[in-house]
């Protein structure tokens, strides 16, 4: 069984701010939050996947910088890749979410992150502070 590939942005903003997304769907996870991103189509790299999905989902261009980690764990044959990701141009809007929200050092954790997402919060925190 081939696994499928989901991608996430992690967008990164001047004062060390990321994005996060709060979920619309489905009932199992709507309310809680995460990375933008999506599945990879047939023949799409993953970050064209990612830059597609935050132009979907977000209206805006981003740039692909660094990926976070390897693959990290879904539920049953998913598995989440997930580069960290600058706006080269627009402001982000909530097209798929219920809501966006720019998280500061010291509010990293201000939301409830989905399961699969809080390890990825925790790294990326410890990254940037690195920086």
């Not at 081939?2 to 979920?23: C, P, T, Y």
């Not at 261009?61 to 997930?82: F, I, K, T």
Request: charged content about 25%; overall charge negative; some cysteine.
């Amino acid at each position: 069984m081939s696994m499928v590939v989901v991608v996430a942005a992690v967008i990164v903003a001047e004062g060390r701010r990321v994005l996060a997304a709060q979920r619309a769907a489905p009932a199992a996870l709507a309310g809680g939050w995460e990375f933008p991103g999506g599945k990879v189509d047939p023949g799409e790299s993953e970050p064209e996947a990612l830059v597609r999905e935050c132009r979907e989902e977000l209206g805006v261009e981003v740039a692909v910088g660094a990926q976070v980690g390897g693959d990290w764990p879904l539920s049953q044959g998913y598995v989440l890749r997930v580069w960290l990701c600058s706006l080269a141009s627009g402001v982000p809007e909530a097209r798929e979410h219920l809501a966006l929200r720019w998280l500061g050092p010291g509010e990293y954790y201000d939301v409830e992150w989905l399961g699969a997402d809080l390890p990825i919060m925790k790294t990326v925190e410890n990254l940037l502070e690195g920086d």
